[in-house]
């Protein structure tokens, strides 16, 4: 790239974004553009793509002209079309105002075109914009301006053939690095000595070294150490090609453990989410992943050694240049893993004391020795003088000497009891919500803490308000409540003290060994209305909790060690909540439910659970019930008391073949999700054996979700019976032989999905609302049952999509193609019409492909589809009404009203998704489309309006001076 005087935008200017990226989506979005999007969020670039659903109607969307006034750099990508669109050429123009206020840097991309072609407009750039100039004359003019001044600079020029893109792509990055200007102003809401410390640090680091170099900072709580290590990282961090700040190391590791860290490097550094067993196996992937790459890794809060072994082991772990920064409070830590180069983080002089204190609380006036005491009191930390100004700032003159007494009283008692004078001036209310926030929801979001104490009675607006008032919480910019470690401590303190000898005195419990006390002792629990287990190691059992009848929520999630949930917490009438989520151990959970206050139950992923209770009571509020990938063996018939269920999750309960009739009872259902159970028949409780099968017919619209459940016939017609009012029916991967004919009284059925059904051989009825049906790999259907899915009264009746096995366009298709493509010319409206795609084998193996389909009008191609994924064993038939697909797309811009249209049909292979397929299915096979069919619907369309071939020579001026022999294809002009 040339060089050009760099223009950085002002740094008042608080960015969001440091790259908007400006191009036309139908040229790159799926190709060199997202690749370049890809490659600047690697290297942690903060860049702005919009999606393509945000451009609407005649007008660029506000929500872009926004990203653009809040991004650093616009990187601009002409394409071959770009001058086509009206929208990007106004995303210009506001780009090229915003460069001339000096806001941001502009950076053009000329992407197979040539520099000229743009700043002349020249060529295809000139007639592009010729099409607007007639109606448009003077927003042409300010886009042909936009256009010369941004190809006047300097910029990128890419040719194929000439370069790999990768490379080209890798050097923009760079270049964007490089010119990109440190932010720190968002690090924290005070910036007092931040630079100054940061260069120190910088220098330390010693950029310019290929080694890798591992550097301490080091100090004591609440003097800055992790706002110091977050405005290093965000100064410096675009130069690395990964990057990771790991926060809260000495929390997460004993919460989580080491592997989950692990886990977190590598989903951060190189974008891959890797299950790892456990820290030993976390090491040598980590190691083979870092090695070659130049990262830039963040510790932040280590306690032990172990945690530097197992994340950080050695330099040689990591590739050139590499730099790993770890924050702490223990310097012997540091020394024994061989980090030498420490930063010892200085406390606050005077002068930066009082800068910090006039920033914080500057609307209080500052009378004589009232700022020195509170100085000599904090002791130079960041931490204690934001709690100590944030007390003052709400109190009066008359209550500053009162308050500063009282810190003075403790001064030398330490910090926590400095924190806790501007705990004591709360009210019990503030007090009750500050404790609670402390011991239980640091780091949860905002939304979900406000929702459990306001549900406890807690007035949260003000509470909140006055906590954050008082630095003794704040909120992140991501909504998630953030209390400080020394705090914290200060607040598990208080609780403390309530009975240091006996934790059944406690008004909280936070400890497993604490908590699992109080529930041996059985003490008196009339109080208690939440426990949370999860992740709980130490829990073997819950107890008998009978003397806790207001418990509400009980959260047993992960504790994989527990074995037994006591019969008692069946019983307790308040219970709103009981989850057990991933307690692979557990075997034994209450025999018997009387829980009619009962909103969430889950016990998914509890492998040795067998047996599901009796519900003896009518459950109105459950609205799910999860028992996924459990053992349970069935269901008892008294499930129907649970009234207000509307989902039952039963997927991959593998010893499931049945449930009770009772099922179809209930009132609200409208979703069983089944896929992998052993089966899915009907028990008929009550019934005489050998008598008629008489049960209560589903009255519910409803989604059944029974792949791979091993459907016979008898069990097939019992749940079309039984559920005739189903909307989604997925029934994939079956043994049954017969569609049977009652499914056409499902006049509800949208979907109909019978995917690897290698038996079925069957189909005499569909349901006359029936759209969609996938009969893929469905290899033993006779040719009278494909007849049926691909007639054309089926097709005629409403809007279809059917994909089964065959190898032929049928026969009442109008116009088939053995092309790459199918085309049309029509005039008018877009005509109704259903298209069939035949897709062939390269070879006697299955093939999995992915594919979109692609409508092109006058030259305009449009993407209809996402990447749709097939796997097939034979050749297959897909046939669709089209109009249906388009209905969400808007054709106005590309189809002509008054004159003839070009219109062409096809199927791209979904290159940019293809690592994707592999991993997941192995080696993967292109499409290969044999054929193309399409038939008008002769009761929508008038057939003069439509021709196959070209257009006839009588029309070819009628109605329309707009009508230009550049519409059609070369091919066709040739002909001419």
């Not at 007008?59 to 770009?82: C, G, N, W």
């Not at 116009?815 to 006697?844: D, L, Q, T």
């Amino acid at each position: 790239m040339e060089q050009q005087r760099m223009i950085f935008p002002s740094t008042k200017k608080m960015c969001t974004y440091d790259v908007f990226l400006s191009f036309r989506g139908e040229d790159t979005r799926y190709g060199f553009t997202g690749h370049l999007y890809n490659a600047l969020h690697q290297r942690g670039i903060n860049t702005f793509m919009d999606d393509e659903e945000i451009k609407r109607g005649e007008q660029i969307s506000p929500t872009l002209f926004k990203a653009i006034q809040e991004s650093r750099i616009a990187i601009i990508v002409f394409s071959k079309t770009y001058a086509s669109s009206k929208w990007c050429l106004q995303e210009l123009v506001k780009i090229v105002e915003c460069f001339k206020a000096k806001e941001l840097v502009i950076f053009p991309v000329f992407y197979n075109v040539d520099p000229s072609e743009v700043r002349n407009q020249k060529t295809s750039y000139g007639e592009q914009l010729a099409k607007y100039e007639e109606k448009m004359k003077e927003e042409v003019q300010s886009w042909r301006l936009a256009l010369h001044e941004t190809a006047s600079l300097a910029g990128w020029h890419f040719r194929d053939g000439y370069e790999y893109e990768y490379e080209f792509i890798k050097r923009i990055g760079d270049t964007v690095c490089s010119t990109s200007v440190p932010n720190l102003s968002h690090v924290e809401d005070y910036a007092v000595g931040l630079e100054p410390r940061v260069s120190k640090i910088l220098y330390r680091m010693q950029m310019s070294d290929p080694n890798v170099v591992m550097i301490g900072i080091c100090g004591v709580a609440g003097i800055g150490k992790t706002t110091l290590a977050r405005a290093v990282y965000d100064s410096i961090g675009q130069q690395f090609e990964g990057l990771c700040f790991l926060c809260n190391v000495r929390e997460y590791s004993t919460k989580y453990g080491l592997a989950y860290l692990q886990q977190v490097i590598l989903s951060d550094m190189v974008g891959e989410n890797i299950n790892l067993r456990n820290e030993i196996d976390g090491i040598s992937i980590l190691i083979r992943k870092l090695q070659s790459k130049r990262i830039l890794l963040i510790l932040d809060d280590v306690d032990k050694l172990d945690q530097l072994k197992n994340l950080a082991g050695a330099p040689s772990w990591f590739g050139c240049g590499s730099r790993i920064i770890i924050t702490t409070r223990h310097k012997d830590i540091l020394a024994a893993h061989g980090v030498g180069n420490i930063y010892d983080v200085p406390i606050f002089d005077y002068h930066e004391a009082l800068h910090f204190l006039s920033a914080v609380a500057s609307k209080i006036p500052n009378p004589e020795g009232v700022w020195d005491r509170a100085i000599s009191y904090a002791r130079g930390l960041p931490l204690v003088l934001k709690v100590i100004a944030s007390d003052l700032f709400e109190k009066s003159t008359d209550e500053w000497e009162i308050s500063l007494d009282r810190y003075e009283k403790v001064r030398n008692e330490g910090t926590q009891s400095i924190f806790e004078v501007s705990y004591n001036s709360l009210n019990e209310c503030e007090k009750r919500i500050f404790i609670d926030i402390a011991c239980f929801f640091n780091r949860e979001t905002f939304s979900y803490v406000k929702e459990i104490l306001s549900a406890c009675g807690f007035y949260t607006k003000y509470g909140f308000d006055r906590l954050k008032d008082r630095s003794l919480i704040s909120i992140t910019p991501s909504g998630r409540l953030l209390v400080h470690d020394h705090i914290i401590g200060m607040a598990m303190n208080i609780v403390h003290q309530e009975s240091p000898m006996n934790p059944c005195k406690r008004s909280r419990l936070w400890l497993p060994e604490d908590v699992l006390q109080v529930l041996d002792e059985n003490a008196n629990m009339r109080s208690l209305v939440s426990i949370d287990f999860t992740d709980c190691m130490f829990l073997r059992e819950v107890p008998d909790m009978s003397a806790a009848p207001n418990l509400m929520t009980l959260y047993l999630d992960n504790c994989i060690n527990i074995t037994k949930i006591h019969d008692s917490v069946g019983f307790l009438d308040n219970l709103e909540e009981l989850t057990a989520t991933g307690c692979t151990s557990l075997e034994t959970i209450p025999v018997a439910f009387e829980l009619s206050s009962l909103r969430v139950l889950s016990f998914s992923e509890c492998s040795k659970l067998t047996r599901f209770p009796e519900i003896l009571c009518k459950i109105e509020n459950l609205q799910h019930i999860n028992l996924c990938q459990t053992a349970i063996e069935e269901l008892p018939f008294s499930i129907g008391n649970v009234t207000g269920l509307e989902v039952l999750t039963l997927m991959d309960c593998t010893r499931l073949d049945k449930l009770p009739s009772s099922i179809f009872t209930l009132p609200r259902l409208q979703e069983i999700q089944a896929d992998s159970c052993k089966g899915f028949g009907i028990s008929t409780e009550f019934e005489e054996d050998n008598g008629p099968l008489n049960f209560t017919v589903c009255p519910n619209k409803i989604h059944l979700h029974l792949s791979s459940c091993n459907l016979t016939d008898e069990h097939l017609f019992i749940c079309l019976s039984g559920f005739a009012n189903v909307v989604h029916l997925d029934i994939s991967y079956s043994n049954f032989t017969v569609l049977p004919p009652c499914i056409k009284q499902c006049i509800n059925l949208k979907a109909l999905v019978l995917t690897n059904c290698m038996q079925l051989q069957e189909i005499s009825a569909i349901p006359q609302n029936l759209r969609e049906i996938d009969a893929s790999n469905c290899t033993s259907l006779t040719s009278q049952s494909q007849s049926v899915l691909l007639s054309q009264a089926y097709h005629e009746t409403g809007e279809k999509t059917v994909m089964l096995p065959g190898s032929s366009i049928p026969e009442w298709f109008d116009h088939s193609s053995s092309e790459r493509s199918i085309s049309f010319y029509a005039r008018k409206r877009f005509p109704r019409i259903c298209v069939c795609v035949v897709f062939g084998m390269s070879e006697n193996l299955p093939h999995h492909f992915l594919v979109r389909l692609c409508l092109t009008i006058n030259g305009h191609k449009t993407i209809l589809s996402p990447c749709s994924s097939w796997s097939i064993l034979k050749e297959h038939v897909w046939q669709f009404d089209l109009r249906s697909i388009i209905n969400n797309h808007n054709l106005t811009q590309t189809w002509l009203e008054h004159g003839w249209n070009h219109v062409e049909v096809s199927c791209i292979d979904c290159e940019d998704e293809h690592l994707m397929a592999q991993a997941v299915h192995g080696m993967r096979r292109m499409a290969i489309v044999k054929w193309y069919g399409v038939h008008v619907y002769r009761q929508e369309n008038r057939m003069e309006d439509i021709s196959y071939s070209q257009v006839p020579k009588f029309y070819k001026n009628d109605h329309d001076e707009r009508f230009n022999v550049d519409n059609y294809p070369l091919s066709k002009r040739l002909c001419r």
